[in-house]
């Protein structure tokens, strides 16, 4: 198959981090390319981590890493998210999706640009995607070996209530796993972990505000009543997850890498201009952590 753009093919780590150590990945739309720069940072430095836990686009921006391909999601940015497929209230017209899930998932790494799908499988690595459950309003994790080449588990994870429609993958009626574990460390803790690097993409001392739309959230899901109360709770459990972080990273046990200079961007920018230079603080970053790993 022919592609836009030179296929970059993917290369196994120069080093394996002990087990036992954990990358928890926060979502956040394009603000995650924050993220695919600090995935960056520790492709330079070739090292892989044994687990790894992500929502939304945390999860999405870590298979280039994890398919070691450096520069891929850079790419993405240069090329493709100024594209109106990429995401647009055009997209939420016609497909009822804010980001063009065919586009992004499907066309770009099918047409444009390569997705090393076989140096993916070869990692052997924990990889955890976690998506929201409409039915019981709890997240669903699935591994690594659930992820398709055509990114199902992945694509429910983004898949963002009110903009974007639910995906129903392997009996689960799915959406946006930023809703109920707006930042998987309980999960990883839950899992054994005994040191976190954690992936932010809010700047320290940001607070998640509740949400007043109730009635909107009872209205649009009144066949899923759990999604409408967990956005409700979302706030909540965005600051208990915060507060563990934080309280691991006091005790020696995380550390958190997140947006150092005050960050303007919303989780549908698609400014390209400023989402390189987000992309190249998360590089910048991540490059003073991996040293450290």
């Keep these: 198959m022919g592609y836009t753009h030179d296929p970059i093919k993917g290369r196994m780590p120069?080093?394996?981090?002990?087990e036992g150590t954990a990358l928890v990945l926060e979502g956040g739309g394009t603000r995650g390319f924050y993220s695919a720069g600090v995935f960056?940072?520790?492709?330079?430095?070739?090292?892989?981590?044994?687990?790894?836990?992500?929502?939304?686009?945390g999860a999405a921006n870590a298979l280039s890493y994890i398919s070691g391909q450096p520069g891929r999601n850079r790419q993405i940015v240069e090329h493709y998210v100024a594209d109106r497929r990429y995401v647009s209230r055009r997209n939420l017209l016609r497909y009822r999706s804010l980001f063009g899930m065919d586009f992004v998932f499907h066309e770009i790494p099918e047409k444009h640009?390569?997705?090393d799908w076989e140096m993916f499988e070869r990692q052997d690595i924990r990889f955890l995607t976690g998506a929201l459950d409409c039915q019981?309003?709890?997240?669903?994790?699935?591994?690594?070996?659930?992820?398709?080449?055509?990114?199902e588990a992945v694509m429910a994870s983004c898949s963002i209530p009110l903009l974007s429609p639910v995906v129903r993958y392997k009996g689960y009626?799915?959406?946006d796993g930023g809703v109920a574990d707006p930042i998987p460390i309980e999960k990883s803790v839950a899992d054994g972990n005994s040191f976190h690097v954690v992936v932010l993409t809010r700047n320290k001392g940001y607070r998640k505000e509740a949400s007043s739309h109730r009635r909107l959230f009872n209205l649009i899901f009144r066949k899923y009543p759990?999604?409408?109360?967990?956005?409700?709770?979302?706030?909540?459990?965005?600051?208990?997850?915060?507060a563990l972080c934080e309280r691991l990273e006091k005790e020696g046990k995380a550390m958190i890498i997140r947006p150092l200079r005050p960050l303007k961007i919303g989780r549908s920018e698609s400014d390209a201009g400023k989402l390189l230079a987000l992309y190249d603080e998360g590089h910048e970053e991540g490059a003073a952590v991996a040293g450290r790993l």
């Design 113 to 115: 640009l390569f997705w």
């Design 226 to 242: 759990k999604v409408a109360e967990a956005m409700m709770n979302r706030h909540e459990v965005y600051t208990r997850q915060q």
């Design 40 to 57: 960056e940072a520790f492709m330079d430095a070739g090292i892989m981590f044994p687990y790894i836990i992500g929502v939304s686009a």
């Design 14 to 18: 120069v080093r394996s981090l002990p």
């Design 136 to 151: 019981t309003g709890r997240t669903v994790w699935f591994e690594k070996g659930d992820i398709t080449p055509r990114l």
């Design 173 to 175: 009626d799915l959406l």
